[in-house]
């Protein structure tokens, strides 16, 4: 199975680094892609994460839109250049792509639908698969979301995964 990671923010690729360093060690390591985001290249550097740059961002909502479909048509070449079976991420993307292609997409989603009017709108009809905390039961419109229990900042702040310094 060949899996992609989408990094479309620095705090996922904390999110997804404990899971990139396991599937490296038992199997062969999933394909990162991420957007022109200075902060999310360089954690993902100095993790030694290997990565693929596909886009850029945009801070207009014309230029969201055009950066968006540029960055969907980009995806899209590279699962089906690389084969991708699985996408997973936060991204509207990995949902779009995976209307569009064969692989199939589990979102990562944190934000409640009322905050997040445009990806419930646009990004969450598209996805195989939503994992939400349990904090957002009842908060989500898309039926069949998986809901567990904990937040994403456990998945690298759990006490097993960090040590406080306290001199920091």
Do not use: W
């Not at 945009?58 to 969907?72: I, P, T």
């Not at 996408?87 to 949902?95: D, F, K, M, V």
């Not at 009322?114 to 996805?127: D, I, N, R, S, Y």
């Amino acid at each position: 199975m060949n899996l992609l990671i989408d990094i479309g923010h620095p705090a996922h690729v904390h999110l997804f680094k404990n899971l990139i360093s396991e599937l490296k060690a038992k199997r062969k390591p999933p394909l990162i892609t991420v957007r022109q985001i200075p902060a999310a290249i360089e954690l993902l550097s100095l993790y030694n994460i290997p990565f693929i740059e596909l886009g850029s961002k945009s801070d207009s909502m014309s230029g969201k839109l055009v950066n968006q479909l540029k960055y969907d048509f980009r995806l899209r070449k590279f699962v089906k250049n690389y084969n991708i079976d699985l996408a997973i991420g936060t991204s509207i993307t990995i949902a779009h792509v995976s209307k569009i292609s064969k692989a199939h997409s589990i979102v990562f989603d944190d934000d409640d639908d009322e905050v997040q009017p445009l990806m419930t709108k646009f990004g969450h009809p598209f996805a195989d698969i939503i994992l939400s905390p349990d904090a957002l039961k009842n908060k989500r419109k898309k039926k069949g979301t998986i809901y567990y229990a904990g937040y994403h900042e456990l998945a690298y702040l759990h006490p097993n995964r960090f040590s406080p310094d306290a001199a920091v």
